[in-house]
């Protein structure tokens, strides 16, 4: 059978060697196309799908399956703890019976969550490997291969499809992923200091009664728990998950693959998580939905398109307004500088929107004076000092002495270590901003500073 594990081998393969190998990539992700959208999403823990399990027998990819009371106690047990189908983890639990047929119980318990959990990660990578793809195809002579693969990304995977009976943008449903992970990542982690050295089986007549979805039978039988090992590496495991499906995130933003309900989705998001260790992530997404960008390319079009999004403009001047209320100050104003800047810039390629709400010179103007004024600069310059604690060790610099930044044991307590492999996308995002105001905003900057030092004199 066709696994994401293949897909993950093959994708690996086929863009090391640009070109080998390309048909059956294709073929491959036309085949993986409906998992890839569905993200993480295999199902969750249902009644129906327990009462299959405990009358002996279960319909698994299509075949039905005879199991016994061992089986169906094992399997009920992990689509509890993991949150699952029980027809997807009783299919996972089969193939390792299948393949190791003297696994004993607390054996195929653990290498069923370890399967479980590889197969997230391989799912998260092929995004990755995707998204990375076609953010290459922008460059000048792209191989044809990143050209397929940029066209298949915003053709097949962005779009939005019917999910859960709503629609939503594979974007949307990537936050959405992010934003459970949080909680799941934070009840892991408590699992796993709580837990005891070893696994523990379910032995006869054992009952689940944490779940509330499951009935509950109150009859003999040892309750079936996680050891600490196998809590830990499943705690692991949804860190990886979380990080790089927030690193696909801001490679969708970067892209211009983001809608104005994305946009909202995220800015909602910042103005009530400001230490949290996503927040980065989230915010990098969000400065690079306004990215300048070709104005005759996809993500040019979609950017035009968000500029003069009357919903959009209208929201943001509420969420940005001075009155609104956000966690932190400094990045309510570093969102909203760069805003301030994406209208700017639309309005410099096309005059006639100067005239237009959103665009006009006084607004403009008075939105840069807020943010700077909002400690825009004190955020930027505490977040290049993060940047620069992750990457090397040298000394700060006098100025940045002055910086005000969250308590260090408090921070600890909130944010795990960036991603090697955003620090560097982070930098470059605030590069941008930099270079964008420097670009649209030099009279403004020169203004503010001689409206402080008349205050000053």
Known sequence: MNSIAALRSILAATLSSRGHGEQDLFDDLLIHKSRLRDILDVGHPNQQEQRELQSGRITVNGRSLAVNADFAQQAIFLAQQLKCSEKYIASILHTIMADNPNIGPV????????????????????????????????????????????????????????????????????????????????????????????????????????????????????????????????????????????????????????????????????????????????????????????????????????????????????????????????????????WTLFMTEARHRDPSLENQEGFKTEELESQIWNAVQGDAFTYLAATLLKIQKYLYSSPLSSFAQFVQLVPEQQEQQQREPLADEFKLSLLDTCDVLIRSLLTYANSELRKIKQRQEDVLA
Not at 143 to 165: D, H, M, N, W
Not at 242 to 257: D, E, F, K, S, T
Not at 275 to 304: C, E, Q
Request: charged share 20%; aromatic share 10%; net charge neutral.
């Open 107 to 338: 054996n195929s318990i653990e290498a069923t969550i370890v399967e479980f959990h590889l197969r997230r990660r391989h799912l998260v990578d092929c995004l990755r490997y995707l998204f990375e793809a076609a953010e290459l195809a922008h460059l000048p002579d792209a191989p044809r291969l990143y050209l397929r693969l940029e066209a298949f990304v915003r053709q097949e995977l962005v779009p939005t499809i019917k999910s859960a009976g709503a629609d939503a943008s594979l974007a949307f449903r990537i936050f959405n992923e992010i934003d459970s992970l949080g909680a799941l990542v934070a009840q892991a982690q408590t699992a796993s200091q709580n837990a005891q050295t070893n696994t523990v089986p379910s032995g006869p007549g054992a009952y689940f009664p944490s779940c509330s979805c499951y009935p509950t039978h109150l009859v003999q039988g040892s309750q079936p728990s996680l050891g600490y090992d196998i809590l830990n590496a499943r705690y692991d495991s949804l860190k990886y998950e979380r990080r790089h499906l927030a690193m696909v995130y801001h490679q969708i933003a970067r892209l211009g693959y983001f809608s104005p309900n994305e946009v909202q989705k995220s800015i909602d998001w910042l103005a009530l998580n400001s230490n949290d260790p996503m927040t980065f992530y989230v915010l990098a997404a969000a400065l690079a939905a306004f990215d300048p960008a070709d104005p005759h390319s996809f993500a040019g079009k979609v950017r035009k398109s968000l500029a003069i999004d009357k919903a959009t403009i209208a929201y943001m001047k509420r969420q940005l307004a001075p009155t609104a209320c956000w966690n932190e100050p400094g990045l309510k104003a570093i969102v909203s500088l760069k």
